[in-house]
């Protein structure tokens, strides 16, 4: 049994796609199926990793060390499963495999064209998926909106897959419904457009999931199904809502999941969606704060980029939270006003802990170290993130060991003490401006070493995996020193002999890993590392341990 469900946007962009996807794969999942979701972007470019956080947002890594778009990481946290390099497709990727087996002579000669043998590559590279999950219902969410250029090879591929497999491939439009202020209600129009636009490319919706501030109401679910061609009872609405959690219960009491089971013949094999439900209530009733800060600089322009460069990490802080049934309250504090104002810094001291996540380049770095500093000396819980390991691992360097010259070699060339340099494999990548695809990236093996906090956190385990990305590394030569000083290397990769882990000893909790524990924080399972952390956060808050 392998079903399809084709989800595209239609009227604009950014209106939920990926969780609305994330969302109908959780509630399908829970009626007792094997469900998988793959993404497709319409960019050229091959993968994400390329691409600055303020243009694409944050860049997701699987397990096997794909740069891929921030959805994959939505389905992973509501599906909570592993996914992998093929549930994740681009124009790049598709073009790049077409034109390699045109190269090696893989098409026996014959002239190749952009219809069908793109299409043909796509719906190859979705049965691929399907097959390595082994799922039987298999969802394909396409990037983009309907009635743009970009993706219509894609919608093209979507229809000759419908024509091969009638009973088995179902399309789900999200649409948009505008509230245009000075009329006050909900226009159907540009949904009906957008049906339009989707007839024009041969396929017509299933169901249409109408996205708006508000629900829809019966007139409106009626004038859909009329102008639109569907049943009134596959028009869903999908309001705003407060956390995207709240989705799949959602979709669950507009019958959406049995509506869909239905279309492909299917009966509902059981119905398990209580801790998600018990989860919601908790998201909703907790009431008391957990402050956290994040130093960062992906956040110039303006709240939608800046949520989106840090969504895992932001997930991940929910996540723990909720775990302890508060209310995260997160802020953005820009490294850059601490250089700018020493003063500035001392802001740090009103929030209960706080996180520099991943990043890259020198701007703000010197802000960031500042905002260590101030964390280390006066006990304020700190969780560093990949860049926000390497500086701490300076900060600790300049401030406590006396090395002046502390540095990265990522902005400083001949850094004095190149504390953070990059692997030898690095070097000749770079020289070669080799850039896409070759950072130290997906899971690799940390062992823990005993007695450590990182060790406790993770339930005394031997060794645990976790995702990486980055190009520089803590450089052994200077271990030594450090760890004479109190620096405490609480986990490394065995096979390479890298730092993956540091932290502190007296110190309420400060911790700093290479890797990125976000990826890996699931909203009913938070990443241990994430849940300590917001631990030391809440009991620092109530044991009075720091100045406030
Ligand atoms: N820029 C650093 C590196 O490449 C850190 C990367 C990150 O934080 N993901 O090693």
Redesign the pocket.
Known sequence: MSKFIFVAGGVMSGIGKGVATASIARILQSKGFRVTAVKIDPYINVDAGTMNPLEHGEIFVTDDGTECDQDVGNYERFLNENLTTDNYITTGRVYQAVIERERNLGYGGRSVEVVPDIPNEVISRIIKAEKKKKSQITLIEIGGTVGEYQNLLFLEAARIMKLQRAKDVIFILVSYLPIPEKIGEMKTKPTQTAVRLLNEAGIQPDIILARGKLPLDEPRKRKISIFCNVLPDDVISAPDVFSIYEIPPNFEREDLANRILEKFNLKPRKKNLRDWEKLVKTIKSAKVKVKIGIVGKYFETGEFTLMDSYLSVIEAIKHASWFFKRMPEIHWLSAENYEKRESAVKEVENYDGIIV?????ARGAEGKIKAIEFCRKNKIPYLG????M?LAVIEFARNVCGLRGANSK?FVKRAKAPI?DFMPEQKALIREKRYGGT?RLGSYKCELKPGTKSWNAYQKKKYVFERH?????LNNKYRQILEKKGLVVAGINPEKDLVEIIELKEHPFFIATQF?PELKSRPLLPHPLYREFIRACISAKISGVRRR
Do not use: A, D, T
Not at 357 to 361: A, S
Not at 385 to 388: P, W
Not at 469 to 473: A, I
């Open positions: 996540p991943g990043g890259f380049g993130l990949c860049f926000g390497q990522e953070i950072m990305r980055h190009r520089y590394e990125h």
